[in-house]
């Protein structure tokens, strides 16, 4: 709707919000599209950004699996002595 508004400060103030604000909005609009407001928590990431959050989430995990298995064979390292 503001793309359609010549005066984006009156349309700002129809709002009830701060043309500076709206100015943002438009911005994050142009620049992330349909992602940019997913509300509820959610992040809004570049398709690299979702990649490295991935990694970084499978990285962890790996990490996790590993310390496991480590532990569980100091476990049965110590038993069968």
Do not use: V
Not at 3 to 25: C, H, M, V
Not at 28 to 46: A, D, N, Q, R, V
Request: hydrophobic share 30%; proline share 2%.
């Amino acid at each position: 709707m503001s793309y359609d508004r010549t005066n984006i400060s009156e349309f700002a103030r129809e709002l009830g919000i701060t043309a500076p604000q709206l100015y943002k909005w438009r911005k994050e609009f142009e620049e992330f599209g349909e992602k940019s407001f997913p509300g509820k928590g959610k992040l809004k990431l570049t398709s690299e950004q979702e990649k490295i959050h991935e990694l970084e989430k499978r990285l962890k995990d790996a990490e996790l699996e590993r310390d496991i298995l480590k532990k569980a064979i100091g476990i049965f390292s110590k038993s069968c002595r």
